[in-house]
């Protein structure tokens, strides 16, 4: 009797084991794969980089400045999937691409609506403009791309930017965000950010099965 | 012992739920339902709906972009477009998983009670 509880207890004990350490597999495994994506995009050099990204972890925006990283970083989405229409052969990522032109433009047409309501002027500032330039080169990089590589690109992009986007959103604009309706709106807008960001991985991994 | 104790107890405060159920079954053949699903924050809630056969579901769609309700297994049945604010009403008829074709990820469900008063008795 005695001699069974401790089996089991190990059991577990063994199981617990083999579950955590897979988990921190997977979690840098995923960690890795977004860090090869943004050396892939921009070419700036290490230093930058990092100094840019502990820059906009409290970074302070203004309420016009929110809104124009808001509408910025959807119109980002809307570019890549237009270039996805025009490059993609496949039905499942013309179909992914459709969702982004359709979802994030309602998004904008919120948030455009909002800000006329308000009447606030969204501001161009230091953080719209990074994803500007980001979203320049990683469209130079996936124009230079055709057929299945295409797509594959533009999916690992598709993840890499909802991961991206979701966490500003969550650490930066949400946070910064003075006006109750602009927070509200923010927070509105992460369900379908996770939701795309579900659905591009989900395509990876079908990608991966092929 | 303290285990079949609560076993007693919860089968007597079950039992009388069951008995009116089965009477609600009869019931609720006799007139159809209208049940409500909601879109909100890219979920169907409730996301698992019981009904019976002939009732009417409702899909609301109360978030800020477009969805679709979407028979999964055959296609068997598709709501059109659904923008924010719009609604589409459908019979049910078998019980289905459906999915939005818009966001895969987006999933439901609807059961159509079997159970009906007789087979209730059979148990
Ligand atoms: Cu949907």
């Not at chain 1, 059991?11 to 890795?32: M, Y």
């Not at chain 1, 990522?93 to 919120?110: G, K, P, R």
Request: net charge positive; charged share 20%; hydrophobic share 40%.
């Amino acid at each position: 009797m005695k001699r069974s509880k401790t089996i089991i207890a190990r059991a577990t004990g063994l199981l617990l084991c083999v579950l955590i350490s897979g988990f921190t597999v997977l979690a840098q495994h995923t960690g890795q794969q977004g860090n090869t994506q943004k050396q892939g995009t921009q070419k700036q050099g290490k230093s930058k980089s990092t100094q840019q990204k502990s820059a906009h972890q409290n970074m302070k925006l203004t309420d016009p400045e929110i809104a124009s990283v808001a509408v910025v970083a959807n119109q980002i989405d809307i570019d890549h999937a237009r270039l996805a229409q025009e490059k993609t052969q496949n039905t499942e990522v013309l179909n992914f691409a459709q969702t982004m032109i359709t979802d994030h433009q309602a998004v904008i047409d919120q948030a455009t609506a909002l800000v006329k309501k308000l009447n606030v002027t969204p501001k161009e500032n230091q953080l719209s403009r990074k994803l500007q330039t980001d979203s320049e080169n990683s469209m130079k990089m996936l124009r230079a791309k055709s057929g299945s590589a295409f797509d594959q690109a533009y999916i690992d992009h598709e993840v890499t930017y909802h991961k991206a986007v979701i966490s500003t959103v969550e650490n930066t604009l949400i946070p910064n965000a003075k006006n109750a309706e602009l927070k509200a709106l923010l927070q509105n807008i992460l369900p379908s950010l996770r939701a795309h960001l579900e659905h591009a991985q989900m395509l990876k991994t079908q990608y991966a099965k092929e | 012992m303290g285990r079949k104790l609560l076993t007693g107890m919860l089968l007597a405060v079950l039992c009388p739920f069951f008995y009116l159920q089965a009477f609600r079954g009869v019931s609720e053949n006799a007139r159809p339902k209208t049940h409500m699903v909601q879109i909100v924050r890219m979920q169907f809630i409730p996301a698992v709906l019981s009904v019976n056969k002939g009732d009417s579901v409702v899909f609301l769609n109360k978030d800020l972009v477009n969805h679709n309700a979407t028979e999964r297994t055959a296609g068997k049945w598709q709501s059109p477009t659904l923008r924010p604010g719009d609604s589409w009403r459908m019979v049910v008829t078998s019980s289905a998983d459906y999915y939005c074709t818009f966001h895969p990820g987006m999933k439901g469900k609807l059961e159509v009670a079997r159970a009906t008063a007789k087979t209730r008795k059979k148990k």
